[in-house]
């Protein structure tokens, strides 16, 4: 098997066929291992790191498409300090690896801008499609709208994915991205969780369908009340 930082030729021509490059945070070998041989027979390139700081060292240098990240890592940076650094500078998608399942884990996981939250032990073929489908959407797999919109005070540019509160630029992940373009591109519709899942993360995916809440807060907290975005209890959301 590979070291981290290294390697072989599959690997390669995964990067080449682009399927990207993802990044294992994981101090367990076999775990790593056995993710990193699921990942490379479905194309993608794979590095490996035992720790936060090699693994924000990798995330650096090679500029990945998505971080498998395990919360419970060894040494002063754990995964939760390393997703915070790696929120500071980026909105690369970030998936936590973690044997907790307490609420209030994946609740902190979502809120520090975690694309998805995977308990152990987990299917490596639902792990690649999870990753596949967070790709998909990263990469803007639907069309995004070629003209900025604006509702109330934030205008979203999806080509250029970039959102401004009051013409003040405010940095969001990925998803929140997502989430708010699908809102401004579609007002006065109420939309429930599943929709919105279905609509953001991809039909199909598996998951905890509070995600939607904590994502929604999440904008709420960073576009402040230039967003009108309006709770419908018992239904979802609407963006007014």
Same mark, same amino acid.
């Given at each position: 098997m590979r070291h981290a930082g290294l390697v072989d030729q599959q690997g390669r021509r995964g990067a080449e066929d682009g399927h990207g490059t993802v990044v294992i945070i994981e101090d367990d070998r076999n775990i790593s291992d056995l993710v990193d041989l699921y990942l490379r027979n479905a194309g993608f390139r794979v590095l490996q790191a035992p720790d936060a700081t090699r693994g924000l060292e990798i995330i650096a240098n090679e500029k990945p498409s998505l971080v498998l990240l395990d919360i419970g890592l060894p040494g002063p940076v754990d995964g939760i300090e390393a997703c915070r650094e790696i929120r500071k500078t980026s909105d690369l998608p970030v998936v936590f690896l973690t044997a907790r399942d307490d609420e209030v884990d994946r609740v902190l996981g979502l809120e520090l801008g975690a694309d998805d939250y995977i308990v152990k032990p987990f299917s490596p073929r639902e792990l690649v499609a999870r990753v596949r489908a967070i790709? +998909? +959407?990263?990469?803007?797999?639907?069309? =995004?709208?070629? #003209?900025? !919109?604006?509702?109330?005070?934030?205008?979203? $540019?999806?080509?250029?994915?970039?959102? #401004?509160?009051?013409?003040?630029?405010?940095?969001? &992940?990925?998803?929140?991205?997502?989430?708010?373009?699908?809102?401004? %591109?579609? =007002?006065? !519709?109420?939309?429930?969780? +599943?929709?919105?899942? $279905?609509?953001? *993360?991809?039909?199909? *995916? !598996? @998951? $905890? %369908?509070? &995600?939607?809440?904590?994502?929604?807060?999440?904008?709420? +907290?960073?576009? @402040?009340?230039?967003? =009108?975005? &309006?709770? !419908? *209890?018992?239904? @979802?959301?609407?963006? $007014?």
């Open positions: 790709l +998909r +959407r990263a990469e803007g797999s639907s069309r =995004p709208s070629e #003209t900025p !919109i604006t509702v109330g005070g934030v205008t979203v $540019d999806s080509v250029r994915r970039e959102a #401004t509160v009051n013409e003040e630029p405010v940095q969001l &992940t990925a998803r929140e991205f997502d989430l708010l373009a699908h809102f401004v %591109e579609n =007002p006065r !519709i109420v939309f429930n969780r +599943r929709q919105l899942l $279905d609509a953001v *993360w991809g039909v199909g *995916w !598996i @998951g $905890d %369908e509070r &995600t939607v809440d904590v994502h929604v807060r999440q904008l709420r +907290r960073k576009l @402040g009340e230039a967003l =009108p975005l &309006t709770t !419908i *209890w018992g239904v @979802g959301y609407r963006c $007014d």
